[in-house]
């Protein structure tokens, strides 16, 4: 008889279905972190890039659109060979880049309040697909998951 009032007999296999039972839960957890982890940190670079995108469009009024995405895509997936560092895959990125600037104030259109009352921003969206490992499509029935990131700065900014 044991000390607590339980049959030895009936605990002797318990201790062999916990770690049966343990083991592979704390295995599945380690996993998902990871696995958040790696969306956490793409989700922060989505939106450094959508910063940097909003910069580049304040500071360099000459950049198009065209340029202001090249760039960004540059930054984000870091295409040359010396960059170290977290890349992220091209193929499955999108960027949005919106420009309105700013109309140059003149002598003839100096009094018209449509020039101050400007609501329009210049944006950057940025989104990323995230692909599924096999396994985890069948849980959640979905091919990958979509982050993504924006940034605005006013239109009148960076002339």
Not at 46 to 57: F, K, N, V
Not at 92 to 118: E, G
Not at 125 to 144: A, R, S, T
Request: with cysteine; glycine share 8%.
């Amino acid at each position: 008889m044991s000390v607590c009032g339980g049959n030895r007999r009936q605990e002797k296999g318990q201790s062999l279905i916990e770690c049966v039972l343990f083991f592979p839960i704390i295995g599945l957890l380690c996993v998902m972190i990871s696995w958040w982890s790696d969306i956490y940190l793409s989700k922060l670079q989505l939106i450094a890039g959508a910063r940097y995108g909003t910069d580049l469009i304040y500071n360099c009024p000459q950049f198009s659109a065209t340029d202001v995405k090249n760039e960004v895509t540059n930054m984000i997936c870091r295409q040359s060979a010396n960059d170290k560092g977290r890349r992220l895959l091209e193929d499955d990125i999108k960027i949005v880049v919106s420009i309105n600037r700013f109309p140059k104030i003149t002598a003839t259109n100096a009094v018209d309040v449509s020039l101050i009352t400007n609501k329009d921003t210049c944006s950057v969206g940025i989104w990323y697909e995230i692909h599924l490992c096999p396994w985890l499509k069948n849980i959640i029935g979905k091919d990958g998951i979509t982050i993504s990131a924006r940034s605005e700065v006013l239109a009148g900014t960076g002339i």
